[in-house]
DNA sequence: GCGGCGATTATGTATATACATATTGAAACA
DNA sequence: TGTTTCAATATGTATATACATAATCGCCGC
C-alpha cells in the first residue's frame, strides 16, 4: 500500500495543484536533483489515483515554468534554470509616494512638441522623423523631489498627446489608461547628478542617482520612452522571484 | 525584439494557442479595453467550433498571466495591469563579462567563518546565531575590476561551505549547482561609494555605483545573503516585459 | 556488423461528459 | 419592505477516451 492516505488537513487544495506543488516541493528541496528522471504520468496517475489528464496538466504547468523538461519517450526530467529571473515591479510614483506615508505632488517642468531629431529617434527606436512630444516633469514626496522625469512620446502613436498639457496629470498615468502597452524593455543603472538634475532633484552634483529607462511598446509601435532618476538614498528597487506554482 | 502579435504564417499552431494568441491579441491592440467582457466559454467554443475544456484551458491560462479576470456566473474581463512586472534576468557575472567580450578573472580577497552576530543575522533574516561564512571578492573584466562581492552564507543550511576555500570558484556558481533555490529577493539602488569599495573598484570615492543586494532561500531557509556594487560605468541591468502568451 | 523499418512507449492535444462551486437575480415569504 | 431561499448560470475541476507525434529499441535482412 503506498502513501495515499494523506487526508487534506487544511485548506482544499485542488488535486492538480496538490500534485503540482508536491513536485515543486521535491525538486526545490533537492529530494529530486537536476537531471533526475520524475516518474511518468502513468506511475504519478496511480500514485495519486487521477486521470492522466490532470497529472498531465500539472506536468506540463512545471514544464512551461521551466522546472522541468519533458521529452517524448524517455520521460519529464528536472532542469537546472539556466539565468535566475526576477519580477520587478515598477509602480506608478505616485504610489510609491504614498506608500511612503508622504503627500504626493507632481509638478510639469516643460513640454515642446518638435519633429523628432536624432536623439529622439534613438530613444524611441523609430524610424521615421514623425512628431514627438518631449515632457519633463518633477514628482515630490513632501516637500522633497523624489524624481525627476525625462519623457518622449510617439505622437504618431499617441495622437491624443499632443492636445495634453499634462498640467494636471502626469504623463505615466495618462499614457497607462490609454495605451495598451504589450512590450516593455527597462534599463536600470547608477549615474552621477549632472548639473540639471541636481538642480531638479535638490541633491549636489556628483551625487549618485538610480536611473530606472522605460521604452514601451503597442502593437510594434514604440509609445514612449522615459528616463526617471532618483536620488540615491529615496529610492530602491525590489525584485522578488518565486518559482510558479501560482 | 520579439513581440506579440506577429502573425507565424506557416507554423501549425494548436488550438489552444490559437485562442490564446488571438485573445491576447485582442486585448493588447485595443480592440477589447480593460473592463470589458470577453465571449463567455460556450460563445468561444461556437466561434472556434472546439470543446469547453480548450477554450477552458486557454482562458484559465490568460487568467493566471494576468491579462484577464474571470468571474463565475459574469464572465471573463479584461484586466488593467496594476503595476508594471518585468522579468530582470540576473546572470551569472562570469557571463556577463564575457558577453562584453572582456575575459573574465576572479578574485577572493578574505573568508572569515564566524558565529552570526546581529548585523549577519538581519541581513541574512536569520533567528538563530548559527555559524556564517562572510566572503569578499571581486570579479574583474578584462584588467578592470567589474564588480565587488560581499557574501553571508548560512553555514546551518549549506554545511559543505565550511571547507570551501572558494580560491578557484566564486561562490555564486558554487552555490547554484548545490543549493536549489525556492526563493529570492532583489534590491537595487544607487550609492557613493566608500573608500573600501573605492579602492576594491578602482574607482574616486563618492563616484556613483549601482548596487543589487540578493537575498536567497531554499525551502523556507535563509541560504545567502550578497551584495554585489558595480561602478556606474560599468553595469546596465536590464528587464523586459513581454506578456505572456507561453 | 550495420542500416533501415516497424513496434512500442511517453508525451501532446482534443473531445464529451459529469459534477462542484460561487454568484446573481428573482421568486417566495415574513 | 426587507430578508430568505432557490434556481439559473458561468466557471472550476476531474474523468475516460481517442488519436497524433516523436523517440527509442530491437528485429531483420543484407
Aim: proline share 5%.
Amino acid at each position: 500500500m503506498s502513501m495515499i492516505g494523506t487526508m487534506d488537513v487544511g485548506e482544499p487544495l485542488s488535486l492538480h495543484q496538490r500534485i503540482l506543488s508536491d513536485i515543486s516541493e521535491r525538486i526545490l528541496s533537492g529530494t529530486w536533483a537536476p537531471g533526475h528522471r520524475i516518474p511518468f504520468e502513468h506511475e504519478l496517475t496511480a500514485e495519486y489515483k487521477c486521470s492522466r489528464m490532470t497529472v498531465n496538466k500539472a506536468l506540463s504547468q512545471l514544464a512551461k515554468a521551466g522546472l522541468i523538461e519533458r521529452r517524448r519517450r524517455t520521460g519529464s526530467f528536472v532542469r537546472r534554470p539556466q539565468s535566475q529571473a526576477a519580477v520587478l515591479e515598477i509602480h506608478d510614483i505616485r504610489i510609491e509616494v504614498e506608500a511612503l506615508g508622504l503627500p504626493y505632488r507632481y509638478e510639469r517642468v516643460a513640454r515642446h512638441k518638435r519633429r523628432s531629431g536624432a536623439e529622439d529617434r534613438a530613444l524611441l527606436e523609430l524610424d521615421s522623423n514623425g512628431p514627438v512630444l518631449a515632457l519633463e516633469c518633477r514628482h515630490f514626496a513632501g516637500q522633497r523631489p523624489f524624481a525627476h522625469e525625462r519623457r518622449l512620446i510617439n505622437l504618431a502613436a499617441v495622437a491624443e498627446a499632443a492636445s495634453e498639457e499634462f498640467f494636471a496629470v502626469a504623463p505615466g498615468p495618462w499614457l497607462i489608461a490609454r495605451v495598451p502597452w504589450s512590450a516593455a524593455e527597462h534599463r536600470i543603472r547608477a549615474v552621477a547628478a549632472d548639473r540639471n538634475i541636481a538642480a531638479a532633484l535638490d541633491i549636489e552634483a556628483g551625487a549618485p542617482c538610480l536611473v530606472v529607462e522605460r521604452r514601451t511598446w503597442s502593437a510594434e509601435h514604440p509609445v514612449t520612452h522615459v528616463r526617471f532618476t532618483y536620488a540615491a538614498e529615496s529610492h530602491t528597487l525590489v525584485a522578488r522571484f518565486t518559482p510558479s506554482q501560482g
